[in-house]
């Protein structure tokens, strides 16, 4: 409130946008994030079903830090998608497609 005053706000409407902030942030935050989450989780699911071979080529690469890489590529033997192991004579030095 001390800076609505400094700037020659008034008080009462400061404590109402305070309010207002303060109502806002909890419940908000957490929505507006759950709903961006929901819509990458559809995306990532109707690309994962309609594009098997491309999600799973581009999946690999993604998760190679996390040792996430070789789930990916035992989900996609699951499905019946073509993966090929590593080969020192036809690998390159990062994964390709």
């Known amino acids: 409130m001390k800076g609505a005053e400094t700037n020659r706000l008034d008080v009462k409407i400061a404590e109402g946008v305070f309010r207002l902030m303060e109502k806002f942030a909890g419940y908000g935050f957490n929505r507006s994030h759950s709903a961006a989450y929901g819509l990458l989780t ?7 079903c309609h594009f098997p071979v491309e999600f ?3 999946c690999s690469p993604a998760r190679r830090q996390d040792r996430g890489s ?7 033997r699951s499905q019946a998608s073509a993966s090929l192991r590593p080969d020192v004579n036809e690998s390159d030095a990062d994964f390709t497609w």
């Open 56 to 58: 799973f080529a581009v």
């Open 70 to 76: 070789g789930q990916c590529i035992a989900e996609a």
């Open 42 to 48: 559809y995306q990532t699911a109707y690309l994962k």
